[in-house]
């Protein structure tokens, strides 16, 4: 039996406190993608269709986009120090999103395009775990 997230699936990414980086439209931003990765997960570990794993792709890179430029313009108002580094690594992030959305459009098993969905995850969530957490007491230093 399982214990208190018995509603919860294996393949499902949970928030957790650790992640929060004190402001709270980024947290509400960085919840929403892991809303996003839960409904690609879904999609995938179903076998949905093409059209409906690519809707799960779009949504989620939408609001990775919003999120990069929000995130930006926060990091240069508080004139965090890498923030120019970061912005080169959104760059490149959404780089690959369209290399792998393109793989995805062509791709003509299921397996393929599912494994394509499940790299635009794995691409957030590290972002998310490497790169967003590295400035997390710089902000709460500057909101005191």
Do not use: C
Not at 16 to 33: I, Q, W
Not at 91 to 113: G, I, N, Q
């Amino acid at each position: 039996m399982k214990d208190h997230a018995s509603s919860k699936h294996e393949w499902e990414i949970e928030w957790h406190d650790f992640l929060a980086t004190g402001v709270p439209e980024m947290d509400a931003e960085h919840r929403a993608f892991i809303m996003r990765v839960n409904e690609l997960n879904l999609a995938v570990v179903e076998a949905r269709d093409k059209t409906v794993v690519r809707q799960a792709m779009d949504r989620m890179l939408t609001e990775a986009a919003s999120h990069f430029r929000n995130e930006q313009d926060l990091l240069d108002k508080w004139e965090y120090p890498e923030a120019a580094a970061h912005a080169r690594k959104h760059a490149e992030l959404m780089a690959k999103f369209a290399r792998t959305m393109a793989e995805f459009e062509t791709a003509e098993f299921s397996f393929v395009w599912a494994a394509k969905g499940l790299q635009l995850k794995q691409l957030l969530v590290e972002h998310l775990l490497k790169e967003d957490l590295q400035y997390q007491s710089f902000l709460q230093s500057k909101m005191g």
